[in-house]
């Protein structure tokens, strides 16, 4: 069954510093990925989308990459913020193509 | 606005007793979902609707029933068979089954068994 791995329950950074998240998935291969933010006790907010033919995503400072071979996607946020502490959800559409599943999240704390 | 809501935020159980979460949207999507989300775990798929009068099971939905009579309405009913309902729950919806845009999510309702 289709497994997505996101490498670190959480991660502590620096304000001004760049923070970069890793989603790993297995056993198939999504035609898209998405993701989103948490902010606790509320419902996830869609962030950004990436296609299989897109190897690079921006939107203002956040910017997602998409690597198909190594069944990877990394998460950038520069010039972080303690605004930007929440959990970030990597998502993919099951192989079914009709829901989306979703790792466990990566928690990100920045420190002013 | 356009959005989803979900009531209520909390909700407390007896053991033994069915309830009910309302999930509402009024973004004319088609497709809605039902997640649930405890602590160290991601959002897993209870349920899910492609179009009205149709549903069909996650990956959990053993002791979970639900409805789709309306294209807005998609309730989820927690029954005595969910051996272990405390947990968060989270409605989601988008405009088709495609994904390929993005999941709309409500605010959640927080069940406690007391």
């Known amino acids: 069954s289709q497994k997505i791995e996101q490498n670190s329950e959480a991660l502590n950074i620096q304000e001004g510093k760049t923070a970069t998240l890793t989603c790993n998935y297995t056993?198939?291969?999504?035609?898209?990925l998405q993701w989103y933010r948490q902010d606790p006790g509320r419902g996830p907010v869609f962030l950004l989308l990436i296609r299989e033919n897109e190897k690079e995503k921006r939107k203002e400072r956040l910017k997602v990459t998409f690597d198909t071979t190594l069944k990877q996607s990394l998460f950038h946020i520069t010039a972080s913020q303690p605004a930007d502490s929440a959990t970030y959800l990597c998502a993919l559409v099951n192989q079914a193509g009709t829901a989306l599943i979703f790792g466990k999240g990566t928690t990100l704390s920045v420190s002013s | 606005d356009g959005g989803i809501t979900q009531s209520p935020k909390y909700l407390f159980r007896k053991e033994g007793q069915n309830v009910t979460l309302s999930c509402e949207q009024n973004?004319?999507?088609?497709?809605m979902y039902w997640y649930r989300q405890d602590p160290g775990q991601g959002l897993r798929l209870i349920y899910y609707?492609?179009?009205?009068?149709?549903?069909q099971k996650g990956d959990i939905a053993e002791g979970y029933s639900v409805s789709r009579e309306k294209k807005e309405s998609f309730p989820l009913t927690v029954t005595s068979a969910q051996k272990n309902p405390t947990a968060f729950y989270l409605c989601a919806s988008s405009i088709s089954r495609g994904w390929n845009t993005e999941a709309f999510f409500g605010q959640g309702t927080r069940l406690t068994v007391v």
């Open positions: 056993n198939y291969s999504p035609a898209y």
């Open positions: 609707s492609q179009i009205v009068n149709d549903f």
């Open positions: 973004l004319n999507h088609d497709a």
